[in-house]
């Protein structure tokens, strides 16, 4: 896939399948989780992760799995 060829091989599954993933966090996510967290290689990140959009459903369904307060 042209878009996994442009990220870092280090930040890509084994299988190639998208985002290698330590746990639940993407191994591109830098920062906290709760405190300030920004994607390492945001002019890069794949389809999925531009349409997450904060406060939208799968940011507060993450945020949620994290504990994180939704309001």
């Known amino acids: 896939d042209e878009q996994l060829d442009r990220i ?33 290689i945001y002019d890069l990140r794949p389809d999925v992760c531009r349409a997450c959009m904060p406060g939208g459903d799968d940011c507060l369904m993450a945020r949620t799995a994290h504990g994180l307060s939704v309001s």
Do not use: F, I
């Open 8 to 40: 870092p091989l280090e930040l890509v599954a084994a299988d190639q399948s998208g985002m290698r993933c330590e746990g639940a966090r993407c191994s591109a996510l830098t920062g906290e989780v709760g405190k300030h967290t920004a994607c390492g």
